[in-house]
């Protein structure tokens, strides 16, 4: 089971560009590419997509 879910619906952001696609069930936004950048995504609100978010903050990035 995975324990990490967030549920079906959201978006999926690059961390990079910050382009956002709609999220699609059953397919970890990690395994999706950025249509702009070609960087990994990351899953809206998730754990990861916090750190990034609050290093961008630490480093005055928008």
Do not use: F
């Not at 709609?22 to 990994?40: F, R």
């Amino acid at each position: 089971m995975n324990t990490h879910s967030i549920g079906p619906k959201g978006y999926c952001v690059c961390p990079k560009c910050g382009e956002k696609v709609l999220h699609q069930a059953g397919k970890p936004c990690g395994e999706e590419t950025c249509p702009k950048c070609g960087s990994k995504m990351v899953r809206e609100g998730s754990y990861h997509h916090q750190l990034i978010e609050e290093k961008k903050k630490e480093r005055g990035v928008k």
